[in-house]
């Protein structure tokens, strides 16, 4: 049997083990294209309010669950050296992901050319109240590079918790974390104290995933209940570049990379990952996925070691599919605009959509106006800038539910491939479930 199929298979019982959730999804999508043709104020209403009460809950426990979960991670890995492999791992892995997905990206782009006629669909004068809030978020986002990086060092922590900033509160547990390792046992009733709050934290999760199907169902309906249809046949070129593209990312390039820096049986590894697959997709948010992207690798088999120290880090840092994203949508928009695409711009535009898309926050729509700052040097005026943007906005939603599956689960890659390396990872419990193993 071929990996495809296996992978498919492996899918395919991933989502019959979470068959509540799926069905949820399942019927998320018909009950929005119904309310999408018959609009229905009061049953729209309740469907967000569903929507919204999953999300808070799960949103609830992040910022307790990151924290506790680096302090845990960092301090037992312990001694500098090994957390120096660690994170230097890492940060290749995740790198090496993000340049296959801008990499695949820019070459769809500039094969299929989808902004090439779109220009035609441009009308400056219509959909004005996007148009302003597009203009809004990219004038916060322009000619800001520097300031942005150093609003990464939180002047006070717990603002910066307040707030919910997520990378400031990374950079924060990151140096605190480190301090604790280093001072040895004296770090012990600190340690205890967040190992309960992550045990805690990982409670309240499941008891949130009891109402996962009911969330998931209202999320995706209210989403595709907004979809504004009409576009997709304007620039349906543009969202079938990105659909393949994600595909080639999730069906090619994790099972090769799985393949080549680790022996994790990829097909194991989605099957376990797909309930979170479908939460991701559900809520289009990294950050508020990451207490289930934990738990599902915890079942999976990998250490807490591994999953707590790269999991929160790669929820905040890691956003392929959104880099994905962000490459195709400016080379959408370099082909309207007839800018000349150069091999030199090219790069530049990979390049800068590998940083936009780390510095995305896990939350929905976070990708998309980032690319301001990849647009900088086009050469765009702000009306051709907002015009364009408020087209990709029409769009934003779908994309957004499907690169946010990407970037949660080469989150799960990267920690199956590290844990791989390092031996922290229990293959029982990871080909465990015997179903699987009868099949495959
Ligand atoms: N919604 C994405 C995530 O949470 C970020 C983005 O691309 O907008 O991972």
Redesign the pocket.
């Known amino acids: 049997m071929n990996i495809w199929m296996k992978i498919c298979i492996a899918l395919g019982l991933g989502l019959k083990r979470n068959g509540h959730i799926f069905f949820g999804l399942l019927a998320g999508i018909v009950v929005g294209i119904f309310l999408h043709a018959h609009e229905n104020p009061i049953v729209t209403q309740i469907l967000v309010v569903i929507g919204q009460l999953f999300i808070r809950l799960i949103q609830m426990v992040v910022i307790p669950l990151v924290i506790s979960a680096i302090i845990i991670g960092i301090t037992s890995i312990g001694d500098n050296k090994q957390l120096g492999k660690y994170g230097t791992k890492m940060i290749l892995y995740y790198a090496l992901i993000t340049v296959a997905a801008v990499g695949i990206g820019a070459f769809l782009a500039l094969t299929f050319k989808p902004g090439a006629n779109a220009i035609q669909y441009v009308n400056i004068s219509s959909a004005v109240e996007i148009q302003h809030q597009v203009a809004h978020a990219i004038e916060a986002q322009q000619g800001h590079l520097t300031g942005l990086f150093l609003s990464f060092i939180p002047k006070n922590p717990l603002e910066s918790i307040a707030k919910g900033e997520m990378i400031p509160i990374i950079v924060f547990g990151l140096i605190f974390a480190l301090a604790l390792a280093k001072i040895g046992e004296m770090n012990r009733p600190i340690v205890s104290f967040f190992e309960s709050v992550f045990a805690a934290t990982m409670k309240v999760t499941d008891w949130i995933m009891a109402l996962a199907a009911p969330g998931v169902f209202a999320l995706t309906a209210t989403a595709v209940s907004s979809f504004g249809m009409e576009i997709f046949n304007s620039i349906s070129s543009y969202l079938l570049v990105l659909l393949m593209g994600f595909a080639i990312q999730f069906f090619i390039v994790y099972p090769v990379f799985l393949k080549i820096f680790s022996r994790v049986p990829v097909m194991m590894l989605f099957a376990a990952m797909a309930e979170s697959m479908m939460v991701a997709f559900g809520t ?4 508020a996925t990451l207490p289930l992207t934990i738990s599902c690798c915890e079942r999976a088999g990998i250490s807490h070691k591994i999953t707590n120290f790269v999991l929160p880090l790669g929820a905040t840092l890691n ?1 392929d ?2 880099a994905l ?1 962000q490459t195709v949508a400016v080379i959408f928009l370099a082909q309207m605009y007839g800018i000349a695409l150069t091999p030199i711009i090219v790069i530049q535009i990979c390049l800068l959509a590998m940083v936009a ?1 780390s510095t ?9 106006i980032t690319i301001a700052l990849i647009l900088n040097g086009l050469g765009l005026t702000p009306e051709q800038l907002v015009a364009g943007f408020a087209l990709l906005y029409a769009l934003e939603k779908v994309t ?1 539910m499907f ?2 599956i990407l ?2 689960t080469s989150d799960a890659i990267v920690a199956a491939a590290i844990a791989d390396n390092e031996n922290e990872i229990n293959y029982d419990l990871l080909n465990n479930p015997q179903e699987f193993k009868e099949i495959i």
Do not use: K, Q, Y
């Open positions: 289009a948010s990294s950050s956003m599919g959104t994203l898309s995305s926050a896990g939350i929905p729509g976070a990708g998309l957004d690169r946010t970037n949660v």
